[in-house]
């Protein structure tokens, strides 16, 4: 077999805008999100934190539903710190 030779012509551009882009989303956590947003928990979970948080002072932070839903990512996929949870969030 012959070997292929490349076109030495100009390389057509390969930019992708990844604005647009989305993901399916692995079906458990969209069914998970699903249950929790059925049953008020982000509404649950900022009441019960609320007294832990200023209004004026810090940056502000994750809201505590997310961060209970990280936490829950981390449970789930076996990560046992919050820098890999917080990669892992990002990641997705």
């Known amino acids: 077999m012959a070997m292929g030779r490349r076109e030495r012509g100009r390389q057509q551009e390969i930019f992708i805008e990844t604005t647009g882009l989305r993901t399916a989303g692995h079906p458990f956590y969209q069914r998970l999100n699903a249950i929790l947003k059925e049953h008020g928990f982000d509404d649950f979970v900022e009441q019960l934190c609320a007294k832990f948080y ?39």
Not at 63 to 76: D, K, N
Not at 81 to 91: H, K, L, P, Y
């Open 54 to 92: 200023d209004a004026k002072q810090g940056r502000p932070s994750i809201a505590p539903g997310v961060y209970f839903r990280m936490l829950l990512i981390g449970y789930f996929e076996g990560i046992d710190s919050e820098r890999g949870i917080a990669w892992r969030s990002a990641d997705s």
